[in-house]
């Protein structure tokens, strides 16, 4: 198991990465004194194939233990849910000092995390991530939000969790629709930070989608450590460092809000979105054509889209103005300089954009 320390001063917190680490996760909870009950957020899918063994190791740990599930979809991660949820919490905390287990992907960390940041001005939570993407990206860092009709993530906080606990075990029985959207962010980390990620992705891109659990560990522990560095420098985001965490996500957020979050997935709308921040770098003459072909070659192999097909073009480019990282009316993204460097640029030209988008549909 390997231990990656996300150092925050008084919100510092361990990330572990390791194969088995669910079947003492009670234990490893105990010791961090969050409270005397467990209330675990999932889904019935991710219960019926974690919940016995999750529910024995928590109460061997003496924990009282309860189970909140929430549809397996996107729409789950809204004020809706986030209001029925705390409803129920509310009738179970009673009496308790209750911490909040996420176990599941990310709209599942994304809306535990956004529960208990508000639930009583804040009580502590547990990130458990199974899918890919959640345990390189969503379930560090502390973004906790929910979506509104009009973009994705519009309401919520920065609130770190007390822990990440990564088994990529989990990962093994996930399906390759899912371990493709995961691989599309450890490529973002490749193509933002390391360019030796980067490489052995294009090496072992097999391995990873069979499900090779050493390939995997690699992978997130990786991954991991290269957001903890960024998230210890730039926590909320005030610095303009952790920004770099974007690539890709502006037009990105923008396709899956146009689709209203039917038509791809988050990890292929985030493909998508790099290709087109690669198209825009390129236009903008901020990088050669080596590094964004290198990037699309490695996309179209691992089986993420590589052209637009599902959502429309006038869609995108209105969505894309609800986008975070606009300042005032100034738009900002994250674009290529070469592999494992980018450059924060405000202010793209709107007619870049759309020849960019009309390319690439």
Request: proline share 1%; with cysteine; charged share 25%.
């Given at each position: 198991?390997?231990?990656?320390?996300?150092?925050?001063?008084?919100?510092?917190?361990?990330?572990?990465?390791?194969?088995?680490?669910?079947?003492?996760?009670?234990?490893?909870?105990?010791?961090?004194?969050?409270?005397?009950?467990?209330?675990?957020?999932?889904?019935?899918?991710?219960?019926?194939?974690?919940?016995?063994?999750?529910?024995?190791?928590?109460?061997?740990?003496?924990?009282?233990?309860?189970?909140?599930?929430?549809?397996?979809?996107?729409?789950?991660?809204?004020?809706?849910?986030?209001?029925?949820?705390?409803?129920?919490?509310?009738?179970?905390?009673?009496?308790?000092?209750?911490?909040?287990?996420?176990?599941?992907?990310?709209?599942?960390?994304?809306?535990?995390?956004?529960?208990?940041?508000?639930?009583?001005?804040?009580?502590?939570?547990?990130?458990?991530?199974?899918?890919?993407?959640?345990?390189?990206?969503?379930?560090?860092?502390?973004?906790?939000?929910?979506?509104?009709?009009?973009?994705?993530?519009?309401?919520g906080a920065f609130y770190q969790p007390r822990l990440v606990a990564s088994d990529?075990?989990?990962?093994?029985?996930?399906?390759?629709?899912?371990?493709?959207?995961?691989?599309?962010?450890?490529?973002?980390?490749?193509?933002?930070?390391?360019?030796?990620?980067?490489?052995?992705?294009?090496?072992?891109?097999?391995?990873?989608?069979?499900?090779?659990?050493?390939?995997?560990?690699?992978?997130?522990?990786?991954?991991?450590?290269?957001?903890?560095?960024?998230?210890?420098?730039?926590?909320?985001?005030?610095?303009?460092?952790?920004?770099?965490?974007n690539f890709g996500h502006t037009l990105g957020h923008a396709i899956e809000a146009?689709?209203?979050?039917?038509?791809?997935?988050?990890?292929?709308?985030?493909?998508?979105?790099?290709?087109?921040?690669?198209?825009?770098?390129?236009?903008?003459?901020?990088?050669?054509?080596?590094?964004?072909?290198?990037?699309?070659?490695?996309?179209?192999?691992?089986?993420?889209?590589?052209?637009?097909?599902?959502?429309?073009?006038?869609?995108?480019?209105?969505?894309?103005?609800?986008?975070?990282?606009?300042?005032?009316?100034?738009?900002?993204?994250?674009?290529?300089?070469?592999?494992?460097?980018?450059?924060?640029?405000?202010?793209?030209?709107?007619?870049?954009?759309?020849?960019?988008?009309?390319?690439?549909?």
């Open positions: 198991m390997k231990t990656i320390t996300v150092n925050l001063k008084e919100r510092s917190y361990n990330i572990l990465v390791g194969k088995g680490i669910a079947q003492n996760i009670g234990a490893i909870i105990r010791r961090l004194k969050l409270g005397n009950s467990a209330y675990i957020i999932t889904n019935a899918g991710i219960k019926r194939r974690y919940g016995t063994s999750l529910r024995k190791s928590l109460l061997k740990a003496r924990l009282e233990v309860k189970f909140k599930l929430i549809p397996d979809t996107e729409e789950s991660k809204s004020l809706k849910t986030a209001y029925s949820v705390i409803e129920d919490l509310t009738s179970f905390d009673r009496n308790k000092h209750i911490f909040i287990v996420a176990l599941g992907g990310g709209v599942v960390g994304d809306l535990a995390g956004f529960v208990a940041s508000v639930y009583k001005r804040g009580i502590a939570y547990v990130q458990v991530p199974t899918t890919l993407l959640a345990q390189v990206d969503s379930a560090i860092g502390g973004k906790t939000a929910v979506d509104l009709r009009e973009a994705k993530n519009l309401v990529v075990r989990m990962l093994a029985s996930l399906p390759l629709k899912q371990i493709r959207a995961g691989l599309a962010e450890v490529i973002k980390y490749g193509i933002i930070s390391d360019a030796a990620l980067f490489t052995y992705i294009e090496k072992k891109y097999k391995k990873i989608l069979s499900a090779n659990l050493e390939a995997l560990e690699f992978i997130v522990s990786r991954c991991s450590n290269i957001k903890a560095k960024i998230v210890e420098r730039d926590e909320k985001e005030a610095r303009g460092i952790r920004t770099v965490l146009a689709g209203g979050y039917k038509g791809y997935n988050h990890g292929e709308a985030v493909a998508l979105g790099m290709l087109l921040s690669c198209d825009i770098s390129e236009r903008m003459r901020l990088s050669g054509t080596g590094a964004a072909k290198r990037i699309e070659n490695l996309i179209r192999k691992v089986g993420l889209p590589v052209k637009i097909s599902k959502v429309s073009f006038k869609r995108i480019i209105k969505a894309h103005y609800r986008d975070k990282k606009f300042i005032g009316a100034r738009n900002r993204f994250v674009l290529l300089r070469g592999i494992g460097r980018t450059k924060i640029v405000e202010d793209v030209p709107l007619a870049v954009i759309k020849e960019t988008l009309a390319a690439r549909m």
